[in-house]
Structures are given as structure tokens and as C-alpha cells.
């Protein structure tokens, strides 16, 4: 008989460090990694998305792929407890997942405290996010999501118009990136990677708290890219209006007047 998932709170040896599990107090758990807020599950609502960047990730994705019967390909990057890939995998019953984690040992430990979705609807394949996606056939993916960070950063190779490049080849025609990019109030970060991912899609747009897109405190931009024209945006800016955590979208001149001068990052760049 397989063994029933069963969270434990405490603080758990992993291959990058150290993996921390408390309870929310209201029956979800909260995992941090290696002191970073890392996912939020409620093991009784696949439904529950505490993180406000994963409900801003998931309005688009509800946008753009309004029918729940949609057999969507869809290739995560950066895992942890895998809390988008199993709201997704619940919302749209007939897509397939694919989640790449770095760490053996948190890929491992995930599986057994939470009851995610079983292979093939949810596979965690553990190994560096760039060199899963450069193995990948072409044009096999309709949506690939970002969110590796290691700490509270975004490995640089994973910013780069090469990185972007190679993602842009594994999305089938008509497909989305949605990259979560974290910065401080500077910004220039952010610019840079964001000035990258324009480089290579015809389309980009952003969300975010307004005061985040102001410089006025440290958090995390969504930007969603793809070579056809990203559909209803009015209907998404409502979505985002309406969250428990408001946010705004940027489009078009809005998109290039955020980027301003800012040069893409590209393999080699030391930093931004």
C-alpha cells in the first residue's frame, strides 16, 4: 500500500541546505528554503494559492486558457513544494506537468509530505533548469514557468537572452513564458532581465504592485512573453484588480517605458 502523504513541521536537511516546514495555523503549511519563503499548500484545496505572484501566474494562464478541458503541456521551472503544478493540474483535469527542481533530496521530501498529482500528470524531474530545457524537444510545451531562485535570486544562466532563447524553442506555436522575476527598489536588475526576455518574444507584459513597478519597496514582477499577441488583456487587468493582493499590468509603450535603457543580460554579464 503506498504511503499516505503526512506533513511534519520542523527543519529538514537537504541537498542545497536546509528546507523549513511550519503550519500556517489554519491547516496549510508553509515551506521556506534556505531562509526564503519558498511554496504554501493546503493539503484539502488544491484551489488555496496563498503566494499572490502564483494567483497572478494563474490569472494569465485562466486568460489565455479559459476551457478547463485544455490538455496543456506545461513546464515548471523550480519546484519546491510544487504548489502551482498541482493548482494547475486541478483546474485543467487533462494537462501535464512537468517540474524541475534542483534538489534531490526537497524534490524527495515534497512527494512525501504533500499529495501531489502522480506521473504523468505530475512529473519532478530533478536537475538545473537550463539544462532541462536545452534537452527538451522543440515546440513541446504551451506554457513554461519560471521561478528558481536560489535564496531570494534567480540563478544568473537562468536570465540571459541565450537562457530565453532556449526557452522560446521548447514552446509550441502560440505558447507563453511567465518568468517571476524578483528585485530590490533599484530595479535595475529586473530591467535588465526584463529587457532580455523582450529581446526574444514579440510580446511582453508585466504585473505587479504598483509601488513595486514605482521603486518603492523590494518583491516580484511577472512578466508574460510570447510571440502572438496575449489575449483579453482588459479582462486580465480586471482579474488582477480584483485579487486580494491588487496588482497592475503593463502593455506595449508601458512595457518599454519600464525597461528604459536598461541592457539585456546576456551570457557572461556579471551583474545588474
Known amino acids: 500500500m503506498a504511503k ?10 537537504i541537498s542545497t541546505g536546509t528546507a523549513e516546514l511550519t503550519p500556517d495555523g489554519v491547516g496549510g503549511w508553509l515551506l521556506t528554503v534556505n531562509g526564503a519563503q519558498s511554496s504554501h499548500i493546503d493539503p484539502f484545496d488544491p484551489g488555496n494559492l496563498e503566494f499572490e505572484y502564483m494567483r497572478q501566474a494563474a490569472h494569465v494562464i485562466a486568460d489565455a486558457h479559459p476551457d478547463a478541458a485544455a490538455p496543456l503541456r506545461v513546464l515548471h521551472l523550480g519546484a519546491a513544494a510544487c504548489a502551482l503544478p498541482r493548482y494547475l493540474a486541478d483546474r485543467y483535469p487533462q494537462s501535464r506537468h512537468v517540474a524541475v527542481e534542483i534538489d534531490a533530496e ?27 530545457v536545452t534537452s527538451l524537444t522543440e515546440h513541446t510545451r504551451d ?17 540571459t537572452v541565450e537562457f530565453t532563447e532556449a526557452v522560446r524553442r521548447v514552446l509550441a506555436p502560440g505558447g507563453l513564458y511567465i518568468a517571476n522575476v524578483g528585485d530590490r527598489r533599484r530595479l535595475m536588475s529586473a530591467r535588465m532581465e526584463i529587457a532580455a526576455i523582450s529581446d526574444v518574444f514579440t510580446h511582453t507584459e508585466l504585473i505587479a504592485d504598483p ?17 502572438d499577441p496575449i489575449p483579453d488583456s482588459a479582462d486580465l487587468a480586471r482579474r488582477l484588480r480584483s485579487d486580494p493582493e491588487p496588482a497592475h499590468l503593463l502593455t506595449g509603450r508601458e512595457v518599454t517605458a519600464f525597461i528604459r535603457d536598461a541592457p539585456p543580460f546576456r551570457d557572461g554579464t556579471q551583474s545588474g
Open 4 to 13: 499516505t502523504p503526512h506533513p511534519e513541521a520542523g527543519s529538514f536537511d
Open 106 to 132: 526537497l524534490a524527495r521530501l515534497a512527494r512525501e509530505w504533500f499529495d501531489l498529482p502522480r506521473a504523468p500528470r505530475l512529473r519532478i524531474r530533478v536537475g538545473d533548469a537550463r539544462d532541462v
Open 143 to 159: 506554457v513554461v514557468i519560471r521561478d528558481a531562485f536560489a535564496e531570494s535570486v534567480t540563478p544568473m544562466h537562468l536570465k
Open 211 to 227: 509601488a513595486m513597478f514605482k521603486g518603492r519597496r523590494s518583491g516580484n514582477i511577472i512578466v508574460v512573453a510570447g510571440d
